[in-house]
């Protein structure tokens, strides 16, 4: 591989990983404000019994199921959040970490090449 053509694809990871560490940054916040309004609804449940035997993930739909009509909708929206954010970030971790293993080879190369000429 040419130098040139190790340059001109760095550039273009770097771009990639700059706008995927954005989209992460996004769906890590959307998560975090879910999971922070969903939290805060759930502390009026805490001393139900039902509610301190399930799993967290559990007492959130079970919320849902227990909201009064006028604020059933908004909890479900938080939880639709805090469901695909979740979901969003961990791929974009996947995704940022798939690039950063490609700049780290052609960083190793464009080593080699500099090295060896």
Request: glycine residues 4%; proline residues 1%; without cysteine.
């Amino acid at each position: 591989m040419e130098f040139k053509n190790l340059t001109e694809e760095l550039e273009n990871l770097h771009s990639h990983y700059r706008d995927n560490a954005f989209r992460y940054h996004e769906a890590r916040k959307r998560f975090g404000d879910a999971l922070y309004a969903l939290n805060l609804f759930l502390v009026k449940k805490q001393k139900d019994k039902k509610y301190q035997k399930a799993a967290i993930d559990k007492q959130y739909l079970m919320l849902i199921e227990d909201a009064e009509p006028e604020a059933r909708e908004g909890i479900e929206e938080y939880y639709r959040d805090y469901i695909k954010g979740k979901q969003d970030y961990k791929g974009l971790e996947k995704v940022l970490s798939v690039v950063q293993s490609r700049i780290s080879v052609l960083q190793s190369l464009m080593r080699w090449e500099r090295d060896n000429d």
